[in-house]
């Protein structure tokens, strides 16, 4: 059984960062692809950042661009996602999503693709 565990998220004012963590165990498997989500309260989950490190690439949601990264520590088992210059909107219950094998680009932004989900990171982006 595969077991994720999303941290790190937390209060933070407009502009600031915050890093999220999402661990893996339990059943080992190389996860060659991550996808963070988020949800916002009242609204369907959301694609924010993909990244296939086989295939060496990363897509991102338009919101986020040049605001959000994402890297891994394999001896960790921990992907990581980098937030900077957070704003308002970017208030949501942040979720990692890896997977073994890569997704169609058509695919990469729909949840419903994806098995694996840990349960959630609350972030909120308030002055």
């Known amino acids: 059984q595969v077991h994720l565990v999303e941290s790190g998220g937390g209060l933070v004012q407009p502009g600031g960062s915050l890093r999220l963590s999402c661990r893996t165990s339990?059943?080992?498997?190389?996860?060659?692809?991550v996808a963070w989500f988020r949800q916002a309260p009242g609204k369907e989950r959301e694609f924010v950042i993909y990244?296939?490190?086989?295939?060496?690439?990363?897509y991102y949601a338009d919101s986020v661009k040049d605001r959000f990264t994402i890297s891994r520590d394999n001896a960790e088992s921990t992907f990581y996602l980098q937030m900077n210059n957070l704003r308002p909107e970017d208030t949501a219950v942040y979720y990692c999503?890896?997977?073994?094998?890569?997704?169609?680009?058509?695919?990469?932004?729909?949840?419903?693709?994806?098995?694996?989900w840990g349960q959630g990171t609350q972030v909120t982006v308030s002055a």
């Open positions: 999503a890896p997977r073994i094998f890569r997704l169609a680009i058509s695919a990469i932004r729909t949840p419903e693709h994806y098995d694996y």
């Open positions: 339990g059943r080992t498997f190389d996860w060659n692809v």
């Open positions: 990244r296939d490190w086989s295939g060496g690439r990363t």
